[in-house]
Structures are given as C-alpha cells and as structure tokens.
Nanobody, 122 residues
Framework: VQLQASGGGLVQAGGPLRLSCAASGRSFSSKVMGWFRQAPGKERDIVAAITWNGAGTYYADSVKGRFTISRDNAKNTVYLQMNSLKPEDTAVYYC????????????????WGQGTQVTVSS
C-alpha cells in the first residue's frame, strides 16, 4: 500500500480544512487507516483511526467533536474533516495504514504517507 496525503495549508483559527489520503493497492479496503500528527519537537500522536468498513472510529480526546474521519473504499481514499481548528492543531499530518496492534500507536502501523503541513493562525 502506498499513501499520498494532501489538503494541508494555512487556515485561521476556527476555520475548517479537509485532508485526503489516497491509497494505491488492492488491499486498501481491508485495512484500518489512521491519521497522526507531529508538531516540531514532539512525538507523532494519533489523531483518528477508522475500521475497514467505517463502522468503527477512534479519536484522540483533543479532537473529539471537531474532527471526523471517513473513508471511501471505492476511491481508495480516507479523509479527515477538521473543524473549529485551533493553533495547537498546527502540525504535519500523516496518514497511515494497517496497524499490527493498537490503533493509537504509531509504531504499530506498517504503511505511511509523506505528510501534509497544517498551520492554524491565531
């Protein structure tokens, strides 16, 4: 599986942004997908994850109620809709696929996209 994240940019606090992660590979639709983020000097942390059919989702406490993860298996794409953005959401956002263990652990994921920068101005 190869992953390509896009949609990052500069946005004012309170605004929305939608990230996309396009995947190649026939096995995409069977894999758990996740979004992580990493701010300068910090660890890469889970933002959200979604099961293969979209029936199950996981969100970090810091984004619950503001972010929504979804997927379209027909398009081999996973999305992260981010609303009510805050300056502390500023980070490089990565999509990842196929965790071998805990969804929330970066080291559990086998495939990674290249990252897209999200900057939220106050």
């Amino acid at each position: 599986v190869q992953l390509q994240a896009s949609g990052g940019g500069l946005v004012q606090a309170g605004g929305p942004l939608r990230l996309s992660c396009a995947a190649s590979g026939r096995s995409f639709s069977s894999k758990v997908m996740g979004w992580f983020r990493q701010a300068p000097g910090k660890e890469r942390d889970i933002v959200a994850a979604i099961t293969w059919n979209g029936a199950g989702t996981y969100y970090a406490d810091s984004v619950k109620g503001r972010f929504t993860i979804s997927r379209d298996n027909a398009k081999n794409t996973v999305y992260l809709q981010m609303n009510s953005l805050k300056p502390e959401d500023t980070a490089v956002y990565y999509c990842a696929a196929d965790p071998g263990g805990s969804w929330s652990r970066a080291d559990a994921y086998n495939y990674w996209g290249q990252g897209t920068q999200v900057t939220v101005s106050s």
